[in-house]
């Protein structure tokens, strides 16, 4: 019994020793290769097609022995974000039938303050890459612009209450990328359909477009939302009497007209009502309509106030007796 002491005695130390020697060892500075991911970032990937993306990188580092150990232990290398200005590309001609591409050669020198701050948070010392450069080419996508229709949006106001203007949309156009006979088979983009109920009050939107472009194959839209401003105010009702005239001749002479006036029913807003009044309206008939024999004259409201919204016109026609 008295022998097995001394064995496990010396296992002890042995143990100790070893862990003492390891984290010695783990502590020590060291120079080691890793492997890294390069994700280039910065350029329209809409308008541009990537021809050439250099994506990895071998960095000569210096760390402990245990942060090269947890490092080698991740599934994954670590990923550098490397921004490219497009300002910053540069014009060539491959020999790709004479297409003119976009070009940025990036020195590893010039971005080893980036590689140094992102390594300093894995205590990591950047020391240099076996590789001078890395390379990105481009080639810009042909494009087509667009303005949004708007006519699958549907608006419910809640009574007495009524669009005051016109819509605002943003952006004002959306540009299409891809290829040209892709583009040219392209007429038209709108937004999804889509019903806004009781709308009451002025408010701004975020509307998707009608993405069925993306079907077409290689396609890319510049935005994909739209944010639609409608401007809204409570409306009432207002009645005015309006004359009808007959543009290029005077209705004085040798016409009579029955009823020579017409009613027009009115949304005016309530912050309108002291500005609107029936001289900003005129009501008139096609003198082509005479002249064709026409029994009676469909009136037409040519002219009124940008934002008030017609509701009925009594009578829609009238009849005439030509006095000769």
């Not at 809640?158 to 949309?169: A, C, I, M, N, R």
């Not at 943003?170 to 009781?198: C, F, H, M, Q, R």
């Not at 209705?251 to 009579?256: A, E, F, V």
């Not at 002219?303 to 016109?313: A, D, G, L, T, Y």
Request: contains cysteine.
């Amino acid at each position: 019994m008295h022998r097995g002491r001394p064995i496990r005695s010396f296992l002890v130390i042995l143990g100790i020793t070893s862990l003492v020697w390891l984290a010695m060892a783990m502590s020590e500075k060291k120079e080691f290769s890793l492997p890294v991911k390069v994700r280039m970032t910065g350029f329209d990937a809409k308008r541009y097609a990537v021809v050439r993306a250099d994506t990895s990188l071998v960095l000569q580092v210096e760390s402990t022995g245990f942060n090269a150990f947890i490092l080698g232990l991740k599934k994954e290398p670590l990923t550098f974000n490397l921004d490219i200005k497009n300002e910053a590309m540069h014009r060539y001609p491959l020999r790709r039938d004479g297409i003119v591409d976009l070009y940025r050669c990036v020195a590893i020198s010039d971005l080893s303050a980036q590689f140094s701050d992102q390594l300093s948070s894995y205590s990591v010392h950047y020391l240099g890459s076996a590789k001078d450069s890395l390379m990105l080419v481009l080639n810009e996508r042909g494009s087509k612009v667009f303005r949004p229709d708007l006519s699958n949006l549907k608006i419910n106001f809640s009574d007495g209450f009524g669009l005051y203007g016109e819509p605002k949309v943003s952006p004002t156009e959306i540009t299409l990328y891809g290829s040209s006979e892709v583009l040219a088979a392209i007429d038209n983009i709108g937004v999804k359909a889509e019903t806004l109920d009781d709308v009451r009050e002025t408010g701004t939107y975020r509307v998707p477009i009608d993405d069925g472009w993306k079907e077409m194959g290689d396609v890319y839209a510049s935005t994909e939302m739209l944010t639609i401003k409608i401007p809204v105010k409570r409306y009432v009702e207002q009645h005015y009497t309006v004359p009808v005239v007959i543009d290029g001749i005077d209705t004085s002479q040798g016409l009579r007209l029955y009823p020579d006036h017409v009613k027009l029913h009115v949304w005016v807003a309530q912050d309108d009502i002291v500005a609107v009044s029936a001289d900003r309206f005129t009501v008139s008939a096609d003198y082509n309509d005479i002249l064709s024999g026409a029994q009676r004259l469909k009136l037409c409201v040519n002219r009124f106030p940008r934002k008030v919204r017609i509701r009925k016109m009594e009578p829609e026609e009238i009849e005439y007796v030509i006095i000769k």
